[in-house]
Nanobody, 121 residues
Framework: QVQLVESGGGLVQAGGSLRLSCAAS????????MGWFRQAPGKEREFVAA????????AYADSVKGRFTISRDDAKNTVYLQMNSLKPEDTAVYYCNAKRLGSTSFDAADWGQGTQVTVSS
């Protein structure tokens, strides 16, 4: 299992920005597609964004398209989520995970503690 640690969350006003980081330890992320997910209180975890091996392809949930950008730096074993124009409904705990080549699920890592993002109105 790859081990991932999320960071960069915080409290921000609506319209503000945050940059989340997902760092891998012990194992390179270059062999994995990477994804960001979030879970708001009382709701199920949902997909936010994903980036392919090598970074050539990205995908976003409709709710964040045009506002969030996922990127990766394999040399630093880190994946980022740049979040702009934040809305109160973006408030959630944000998690990252990895997908093995040939797999259909982002489950190559145990879900960590995530990083809390709180957007005030």
């Amino acid at each position: 299992q790859v081990q991932l640690v999320e960071s960069g969350g915080g409290l921000v006003q609506a319209g503000g920005s945050l940059r989340l980081s997902c760092a891998a330890s012990e194992r390179t992320i270059s062999n994995y597609a990477m994804g960001w997910f979030r879970q708001a209180p009382g709701k199920e975890r949902e997909f936010v964004a994903a980036i392919s091996w090598g970074g050539g392809t990205t995908a976003y949930a409709d709710s964040v398209k045009g506002r969030f950008t996922i990127s990766r730096d394999d040399a630093k074993n880190t994946v980022y989520l740049q979040m702009n124009s934040l809305k109160p409904e973006d408030t959630a705990v944000y998690y990252c995970n990895a997908k093995r080549l040939g797999s259909t699920s982002f489950d190559a890592a145990d879900w960590g503690q995530g990083t809390q993002v709180t957007v005030s109105s």
